[in-house]
């Protein structure tokens, strides 16, 4: 039994408090609560006509639930005699804890002291309106609300979000979701965001979760979630705010310019098989997507409308995502041709033209030659007219063939309103109870297809493994020089080119005659050395070494002198930092000194798998170069890769200790050649492991 099960399936509600707490009691008593309702009121004998009770020692019993509805101070109070009664939850609505932030001195005391209050009697918010149950018509809620009951026996999705007005605001839609669940989370004091979470899936009326994030307070907990929630089979969307905010400050790296919060929620969402998706417009419809049909099974579509202009709208959403419209076989274009006319011309998307308009067995015909190609999702492209001034009897036998190839086929189908207002609302239980998707917008509807092909494909992969946990944090943060960096990363295993540490022009010369020419000079000490012209390449003899030493000398402190690495291929930039929620995170990208400007980077959490960095390594705009672009040399692929994971475990193993790594460029030359790292930037906690 779940922690939080009592709230989830109250028989009993206690109410605390004045306004708040009479509109609790207006809601459930207006959505049809069949339990008991024991308001508790000091003064008061009876309220909305429910007898009130003085306190909570006076309740004639141990209530499933409660909305505690006062003042900060008097929470404490009554959540440590709920607690004492055997109270199930408690839902405190009162602000003025920590989030007061460091304007009122009070605020992080008072949350510490309410969940001492609480003690091991669950507790969500503070700072929050609660949960609204459409399943038992259960609300601790303060106020209005859009949602509607649902019937015995029918399922709905659940949403948890960190604002109460988004909240509200969702059940404003009028979409057709049904919605089980609403929870609010606050500030998630003792009860977190993924503990809800799980609460809500393993009631079997939930189909799908819906999640919108304000920040992970636990990796670990979310990745507990993650597993659960394949278990059960019920997908989770998710609505990360914060893309907006810039990456972390910079620093002397480029990669702490490359890798930021946001990249790393990404990465962390994608690593947990939670579709991520941006406006509260295409969370709505994702969820009606995966309550409807849950993942889906690949990353085809294929598209039925009357309108060429529908087709190229629909084909041209589709550009620059991972679903796409594959197109039609010679046998299946044939197929289709075959139940339309000479003057169409058959492709995918479809347009079926005008001519089988309202005539449902061609319709069906049609539907039912498309969907056979065995696409994740069959779409259909169907406005409704105005009800109040036009009539949609005709549109009917467009959908009934579309149900009927979809059940031929046993094929997942939507229908696709250009605009989102255009499917009435009381049209949309009936479609779904016809197997058929009812999505309001084309983005949202490509959004939503998306999100649900992303999990589909998710979950046929092994569950990752849990991120790297740091070790330490707080220690005093080192930065050693180029030259001890590369010893460091050298004895930890990895490809450097050997080199040495030089003090005089003269040094510098005997070193590179000893390294082999051609060699590489560099200033030591000096960030972003391009910049300073602070590295001179290529040098072929003595005289050319001692001509660039002699310039560089005073830069820095000190010079080093490294063997020359030759037949490169392709400049890749490898960074950690430290995040402090996932602990290491690895940004791959395109390397040198524009690699700011190119932007063409993919941010990993760790540990990751060999074929995850593939994966990665061939997402990025810059991997044709590895490839031989228009006939150049291969790169040495499978160097570069085990570089990467050599630096990876490196950071794995330190993970806490490092707080950047910034290896710019590592060099990856032509096949059988190896991949090097030219240039790295170490900032360290502490020391390192050996």
Partial sequence: MHALDRLLRPKTIAVFGGLQAAEVIKQSQKMGFSGEIWPVHPKHDEVLG?????????????????????????????????????????????????????DDADGARLQDELIAAAGDMPIIGPNCYGLINYCDGALLWPDQ????????????????????????????????????????AGNQAQTGLPDMAIALLEDERVTALGLHIEAFQSAAKFEVLAKRARELNKPIVAMKVGRSAQARAATVSHTASLAGSDAASDAFLQRLGIARVNSIASFLETLKLLHVHGPLDGD???????????????????????????????????????????????ANPLDYHTFIWNNEPALTETFTAMV????????????????????????????????????????KGAIVASLPENIPEEYMAGLMAQGIAPLCGITEAFDAAEAAAFIGKAWKMPPAVPVAAPEIRGAEERAPDEAQAKAILANHGLPVPPGRRCQTVDAAVAAAQDLTFPVALKALGVAHKSELNAVRLNLRDADAVRAAATDLIGIGSGLYVERMVTDAVAELIVGIVDDPQFGPLMTLGTGGVLVELLQDSVTLLLPSSRAEIEAALRSLRMFPLLDGYRGKPKADLDAAIDAILGIAGFAVKNAGRIVELDINPLLVCRSGQGAWIADALLITRGELHE
């Fill in 50 to 102: 429910l007898k009130a009770y003085r306190s909570v020692a006076d309740l004639p019993g141990s209530p499933d639930a409660a909305f505690v509805g006062v003042n900060r101070f008097l929470t404490l109070d009554i959540v440590r005699q709920l607690r004492e009664r055997g109270a199930g939850v408690a839902v405190c609505y009162a602000s003025g804890f920590l989030e007061a932030g460091a």
């Fill in 145 to 184: 609300h859009g949602g509607r009951r649902l019937a015995a026996g029918e399922r709905g999705v659940a949403i948890i979000t960190q604002s109460s007005n988004i909240a509200i605001n969702m059940t404003m839609q009028t979409r057709g979701l049904p919605i089980a669940h609403v929870m609010t």
């Fill in 300 to 346: 085809t579509l294929c598209s039925m409308s009357c309108s060429g202009g529908e087709a190229s709208v629909m084909a041209d959403s589709a550009e620059g995502r991972s679903i796409h419209f594959p197109p039609l076989t010679p046998e299946h274009r044939a197929k289709v041709k075959s139940t339309l006319g000479p003057l169409v011309a058959v």
């Fill in 372 to 411: 056979s190609g065995g696409f994740a999702l069959s779409c259909l492209v169907l406005d409704f007219p105005r009800k109040d001034r036009c009539s949609d009897v005709d549109w009917w036998s467009t959908v009934r063939g579309l149900e009927s190839a979809l059940k031929t086929n046993r094929a």
